[in-house]
Nanobody
Framework: QVQLVESGGGSVQPGGSLTLSCKVS?????MGWFRQAPGKERDGVAS???????YYGEFVRGRFTISKDHAQNTVILQMDNLRPEDTAEYYCAAGVRSCGLRDRDFNAWGQGTQVTVSS
């Protein structure tokens, strides 16, 4: 089973930036980030296939960037121009199926890191 540990969450003002990191025991076919706000469903934020294809949720496209650091076995989510509605618990996930933003395609999950955007 893949092990994933997120870090980098915190509080930031609207318009600010945060970088989330996910240290993994190994990369799988698809690495992704999801988020869940209280009382809401879990949403796919971004994912990246082993071939380098990237997928983004409509609500983050143009503001967030997913990447991998192979030397550090880390999946990175760079979040810019953050909005209050980005406030949520963010989860890193690993999947072996075709890559996308469906949470049922991911079978290993981190514990989550909280992101709060508020003035």
């Amino acid at each position: 089973q893949v092990q994933l540990v997120e870090s980098g969450g915190g509080s930031v003002q609207p318009g600010g930036s945060l970088t989330l990191s996910c240290k993994v025991s190994r990369f799988t076919n698809c690495m992704g980030w999801f988020r869940q706000a209280p009382g809401k469903e879990r949403d796919g934020v971004a994912s990246m296939s082993s071939g380098g294809s990237r997928y983004y949720g409509e609500f983050v496209r143009g503001r967030f960037t997913i990447s991998k650091d192979h030397a550090q076995n880390t999946v990175i989510l760079q979040m810019d121009n953050l909005r209050p509605e980005d406030t949520a618990e963010y989860y890193c996930a690993a999947g072996v199926r075709s890559c996308g933003l469906r949470d049922r395609d991911f079978n290993a999950w981190g514990q989550g890191t909280q992101v709060t955007v508020s003035s």
